[in-house]
């Protein structure tokens, strides 16, 4: 315990301090986390972090989180959605140099692992240009369901959630973790009014709902891979923490929808 609330005040530190200077650090500190977090599955599937299905997905990942149409001013607005696409067309061609050895199926596998992690992570750097309160509202949602799901799961769970994907969460848990994000929300949005523009007061708190809700299934989403693959944490960059999806795989589900919800 001593070492996992040592390691996790670090880790908490160097990402508030990429989060406050924010910009061009921030994004390709971001972008470097979503490299990771690709690896992470990756390895999970066997894949060596540095075979042509690697590399190119890791790549695919960092053009599509940073916006690298703020950089390159000739390119288009949407530029990393078309520097990704590039990138899995090169993962497709493999198919066509190598078809004997290199299928279809097995390069949808880096394709859709860096989808999944790099639209959250993409999101996040979105929030973050829109404003920092933004980030925060979804890090206190997220922080905030996992520290109520624990101590309530703990004190009084009894009915399973889905055990069979993760056999110790429990309803309670996640009743309260839900209104421990409600709780949260409610005093950050007491002192920062904007943070929920366009939306009224009262709105935001059924949206931080559906927000909890999410981030739970996020958490769950991550644990069935990890289940699926026979592993306990996704990677170990971060001592008695895991690796980088143990830590933002509520958050890589939460920042799409805040965005779907007109927030950023």
């Not at 859709?112 to 790099?118: D, H, K, L, P």
Request: aromatic share 16%.
């Amino acid at each position: 315990m001593k070492e996992r609330v040592m390691w996790g005040a670090i880790a908490a530190a160097i990402f508030l301090a990429f989060l406050i200077v924010g910009g061009l650090p921030f994004q390709l500190f971001v972008g470097i986390l979503a490299m990771i977090g690709v690896s992470e599955l990756l390895k999970m599937k066997g894949l060596e972090v540095f075979s042509f299905e690697s590399v190119f997905a890791m790549l695919a990942v960092f053009v599509l989180t940073v916006p690298i149409d703020q950089y390159l001013t000739f390119l288009p607005i949407d530029a990393s959605f078309a520097g990704y696409g590039l990138f899995v067309f090169f993962l497709l061609a493999g198919t066509v140099f190598n078809s004997t050895a290199y299928s279809f199926e097995e390069a949808v596998f880096p394709i859709a692992t860096s989808f999944y992690v790099g639209i959250g992570f993409q999101n996040l750097v979105n929030a973050r240009i829109s404003g920092i309160d933004k980030v925060l509202l979804a890090l206190f949602i997220v922080w905030a369901t996992d520290t109520g799901a624990y101590l309530i799961g703990c004190q009084f769970g009894k009915r399973k959630l889905l055990p069979k994907v993760s056999p110790n969460k429990t309803i309670e848990g996640s009743l309260g973790g839900i209104t421990c994000a409600v709780f949260v929300s409610l005093i950050f949005m007491l002192f920062d009014k904007s943070v929920y523009a366009p939306h009224s007061f009262l709105g935001m708190l059924l949206f931080v709902v559906l927000f909890s809700v999410v981030a739970q299934f996020g958490d769950l989403v991550e644990s069935a891979i990890k289940r699926h693959f026979g592993v306990k944490d996704s990677g170990k960059i971060i001592p008695g923490h895991g690796g980088i999806l143990d830590r933002f795989d509520s958050m890589i589900f939460v920042f799409p929808i805040m965005h779907l919800f007109g927030l950023f």
